[in-house]
């Protein structure tokens, strides 16, 4: 009778391993879902710039001053003219609208001097907008410089 009493306390006894079949399948199944769904899956198409050289020649931006006395230049940056325009914000935007007709990709950028308020930027920037002028940014100088 003591030797049964034994071999009941043997299979009692807790086991200190971990079984790790369960695991390894669930694994194996998740990877064949994966395997099978991901040819399924819609891949998406990247339009992305080519390097080469291009047909038309970049367009000089129409750059637009406003100095400390609130005054505004505009002018069109390139190397053929240095000529700048006095300019109200009406005869700003008529000036860049005109300047669009021609060349509707035509970039507007706006700099300003570093006393002038950021609602006067704002303000020239919502003007050229509103009359649906496209590809408007700003200006920066490098903190080097």
Avoid at 131 to 140: I, P
Wanted: no cysteine.
């Amino acid at each position: 009778m003591a030797s049964i009493q034994r071999s009941s306390r043997s299979k009692r006894r807790m086991m200190n391993e971990i079984n790790v079949v369960p695991y390894i399948d669930v694994m194996l199944v998740l990877l064949v879902i994966f395997m099978v769904a991901s040819p399924m899956m819609t891949t998406g198409v990247v339009d992305l710039p080519s390097v080469g050289k291009t047909n038309q020649v970049p367009v000089a931006p129409i750059e637009v001053t406003i100095k400390s006395d609130k005054l505004m230049t505009v002018r069109i940056r390139d190397s053929k003219s240095t000529d700048e325009l006095r300019v109200t914000q009406e005869a700003l935007v008529q000036f860049v609208k005109d300047k669009q007709l021609l060349n509707p990709d035509q970039p507007v950028i706006i700099s300003a001097d570093r006393n002038i308020k950021y609602d006067t930027v704002l303000t020239v920037m919502d003007a050229l907008q509103k009359q649906n002028v496209k590809r408007v940014g700003l200006m920066v100088k490098a903190t080097g410089s």
